[in-house]
């Protein structure tokens, strides 16, 4: 297991602080244009959170299938990153166009918050809205009023359709929320805490 602190420190935390800003351009630009802070978010921390968001969507098993795909079909030969992209939905036999053109090509940043929260006796529905464009899962860490805790993920195909919000529906009354996780970034965490 990968210790979460070594992500924080060389993945998530850094594409945080950069998103948003001047250094924060698509994945896709050429590397002969980007400063330091942008070459390595675009070089390691954007595209790996690209990739296991791309296997969360699609399974191991879905995932590799493409990875292989690609790999058998370009070994050896000269490929472009839309070669990838094409591989990746033929082999996992998926079309996850929408995701790769708003992880790789375009800008916006990660951002997701509790919205509402109805709350009754035995259930609890919470809203859960995409502020930023950029599609991220959803983990939302929920502490119920009799002390039972459950985390609930949903991968970032929820966003799949350009919707804007998602609604949960909870078994109980809750004590607290806290939405994220060491590997999804969100540039406005002030929005992801709900204590009654």
């Known amino acids: 297991m990968i210790d979460s602190s070594i992500v924080n420190e060389y993945g998530v935390r850094p594409y945080e602080q950069a998103a948003g800003t001047e250094a924060d351009l698509p994945i896709i630009t050429l590397t002969t244009q980007q400063s ?30 493409g990875l292989h795909h690609y790999i058998n079909t370009w070994k050896g030969k000269h490929p472009i990153p839309n070669d990838f992209f094409y591989c990746m939905n033929k082999g996992s036999k998926t079309d996850l166009n929408w ?6 090509f375009d800008n916006g940043v990660p951002d997701l918050a509790i919205d509402k929260v109805i709350s009754a006796k035995k259930s609890t529905r919470v809203i859960i809205r995409s502020v930023g464009t950029k599609p991220v899962p959803v983990d939302l860490n ?17 966003w799949e359709k350009g919707e804007r919000q998602i609604e949960l529906k909870l078994k109980g009354a809750v004590k607290e929320m806290s939405l994220g996780s060491t590997w999804v970034p969100d540039v406005d965490k002030s929005n992801n805490l709900y204590k009654q």
């Open 36 to 65: 330091g802070v942008t070459m390595f978010i675009n070089s390691y921390p954007k595209p790996a959170m690209g990739y296991l968001f791309a296997m969360d969507m699609l399974g191991e098993d879905r995932f590799y299938q």
């Open 99 to 104: 995701f790769w053109k708003a992880w790789f």
């Open 142 to 158: 929920v502490v119920y009023a009799d002390g039972r805790t459950e985390r609930i993920h949903r991968s970032a195909a929820v």
